[in-house]
């Protein structure tokens, strides 16, 4: 009777111990928990660094899949909301007629005189540019071309008015002048475009500055034989954006637009005959032209708050 007593006492002891080893497992596991996030953020142990590596695959996935909607709502904004193009708030003053060109801008002011043309000059058209200058505040730019111009068509300056694009036209060409106003000097983009290549020069048109940089997009080649390109005027570097997949070249050019943050640039062209697209690049990718959209005639009409022509559009 008394051995089985002990036993029992014995028993009773091992499961009071056993009870209590069980609480001390119990009671320290917090710390265990407590401590495992600075063991996995110190990647001390090959568990925990798989569980974080596969927890930043997940991270990873969710952000590329919002980055991939974030794309891809951007592809899909309706090309017709106007609302999504630069354009710039300071007003225009134009005043044009048979004797004078005059433009305004913010503190920019161009100024073109027209006169008649020398006996030679006159075989080909009955004015020439006479006198062409830039003014901003106390500044003043006289800009030679040679030979004279017919007129200035067209001209836009930079978001923070360090530059002045301007294109002067002649019978069946045209050049594109760049002026620094922060220096007073001006370039022609003729000389460098025929500097890298580009000697087939008859328009040069159609163009707009970054509303966030000093990159100017431009359409230049023959007539009916159009590209797009891109000029940096700081660093004074181009370049040549192919055509959208299809299209050998453009027959004309109508409109370039910037989107708001300057990161792409949008433009309606002809191809084929008698049909406006509206196109895009991104300046991240530049080689890839999207197609847009095909325009009708009143569709086409929308965007003449784009244009940069000193006359007034019929």
């Known amino acids: 009777m008394k051995r089985f007593v002990s036993m029992s006492v014995l028993l009773v002891l091992m499961m009071s111990l056993a009870a209590c080893g069980g609480g001390d497992k119990s009671g320290s596991d917090p710390a265990a928990d407590t401590a495992k996030p600075d063991t996995a953020a110190n990647g001390s142990t090959a568990g925990n660094n798989e569980n974080k590596s596969g927890q930043d695959d997940k991270d990873a996935a969710v952000d590329n899949t919002n980055g991939s909607e974030g794309s891809s709502s951007a592809d899909e904004a309706d090309p017709m909301d106007l609302s999504q193009y630069s354009v710039s708030d300071k007003p225009i003053e134009k005043e044009d007629d048979k004797s004078h060109i005059l433009w305004k801008q913010g503190s920019v002011t161009l100024k073109a005189t027209l006169g008649k043309p020398t006996a030679q000059e006159r075989l080909e058209t009955s004015q020439v540019v006479t006198s062409l200058s830039v003014e901003q505040n106390d500044r003043h730019i006289d800009i030679k071309l040679d030979p004279r111009p017919y007129s200035i068509p067209n001209a836009e300056l930079s978001a923070d008015e360090s530059y002045l694009a301007l294109s002067a036209t002649y019978l069946e060409t ?104 509206l196109y895009r690049f991104g300046l991240a990718d530049p080689s890839k032209v999207n197609a847009l959209k095909d325009l009708t005639r009143e569709e086409f009409d929308k965007f003449r708050k784009f244009s940069n022509y000193i006359p007034e559009l019929p």
């Open 174 to 277: 045209s050049t594109l002048v760049i002026v620094d106003l922060r220096n007073g000097t001006y370039t022609t983009l003729n000389q460098l475009l025929e500097k890298n290549g580009k000697t087939k020069l008859e328009v040069l048109q159609t163009f707009s500055w970054s509303p966030q940089s000093h990159v100017l997009a431009f359409s230049y080649g023959l007539i009916s034989e159009l590209s797009l390109g891109l000029y940096d005027a700081d660093q004074q570097t181009l370049t040549f954006i192919g055509a959208a997949e299809g299209v050998p070249h453009y027959i004309s050019t109508s409109y370039i637009m910037w989107g708001k943050e300057g990161q792409s640039v949008s433009f309606i062209a002809e191809y084929p005959s008698d049909q406006m697209k």
